[in-house]
């Protein structure tokens, strides 16, 4: 029997990807999150991190939000801002870094937003090296 489901990740405009999987781990405001087949349903949403879909070659896409939704071994990504990393370039990266941290010095934001820039700011830098 296979261990295996599919994944979808979709953006407004297009189908980023839709694959089988054998596990999948996400960031969600809980924590990293592992799914792996005949999970638990689940809804939840995405914080600022990386998506590793594990596959023959792993796929990583880098989200900075969105909602998730997992049943009948079927998860679903819906994001605006899934960008598969490695077509992303250093000069988009260190730009990413650059206005974050411009955001992040500013004291009229909010804990929410100070915690959502720092999740940001730290899988960029990873990215990055």
């Known amino acids: 029997m296979s ?6 990740i979709i953006s407004p405009d297009r189908s980023i990807i839709k694959t089988e999987t054998s596990e999948v781990v996400i960031p969600s405001f809980e924590g990293e999150m592992g799914i792996l087949k005949d999970h638990i349903p689940l809804i939840t ?10 596959t023959n070659t792993d796929q990583k896409f880098f989200v900075e939000e969105g909602t998730v939704e997992f049943s009948n071994n079927n998860l679903l990504i819906l ?16 730009t990413l870094i650059s206005e974050s941290e411009k955001k992040l010095d500013k004291n009229e934001i909010t804990d929410k937003e100070r915690y959502l820039l720092s999740y940001k700011l730290e899988t960029l830098r990873n990215i990055n090296q």
């Open 3 to 8: 261990e295996k489901f599919t994944i979808e």
């Open 45 to 54: 949403f995405l914080r600022p991190g990386l998506i590793n879909i594990k």
């Open 79 to 94: 994001t605006s801002t899934a960008k598969e990393v490695t077509k992303m370039n250093k000069k988009f990266i260190d």
